[in-house]
């Protein structure tokens, strides 16, 4: 049975850091491509950053880059997103998903369907 589990969610101030995780089981988690996505009320699901498979490959939404960084531990079944400098707009429950595309490559549209199996993680972020 696959199990997906989000942490390191918190109230922060803006320009603050949390550090997310992410700790899967029940499924080849090496042999998937790892990504964050976020639901704010009101707004559409957003694909945050993906992982390719061996680690080697990245992707950030533009609204997030150069301020958050994926990483994970196939040794562990885990993924992380180190988030630093914070904004308001940053609100919004993360969940993360495992993309059978390994490279990230086609993120951008898979991150849009991809099932959320976890119950998310609330980040809120305030001025």
């Known amino acids: 049975q696959e199990e997906v589990a989000e942490s390191g969610g918190g109230s922060v101030q803006e320009g603050g850091s949390l550090r997310l995780s992410c700790s899967v089981s029940?499924?080849?988690?090496?042999?998937?491509?790892m990504g964050w996505v976020r639901q704010a009320p009101g707004k559409e699901r957003e694909g945050v950053s993906c992982?390719?498979?061996?680690?080697?490959?990245?992707y950030y939404a533009d609204s997030v880059k150069g301020r958050f960084t994926i990483s994970r531990d196939n040794a562990k079944s885990t993924v992380y997103l180190q988030m630093d400098d914070l904004k308001p707009e940053d609100t919004a429950t993360y969940y993360c998903?495992?993309?059978?595309?390994?490279?990230?490559?086609?993120?951008?549209?898979?991150?849009?369907?991809?099932?959320?199996r976890g119950q998310g993680t609330l980040v809120t972020v305030t001025t």
């Open positions: 998903v495992a993309d059978p595309e390994v490279l990230c490559g086609t993120w951008h549209q898979n991150q849009k369907t991809l099932d959320a």
């Open positions: 029940g499924f080849s988690f090496e042999y998937y491509g």
């Open positions: 992982i390719s498979y061996t680690g080697s490959n990245t």
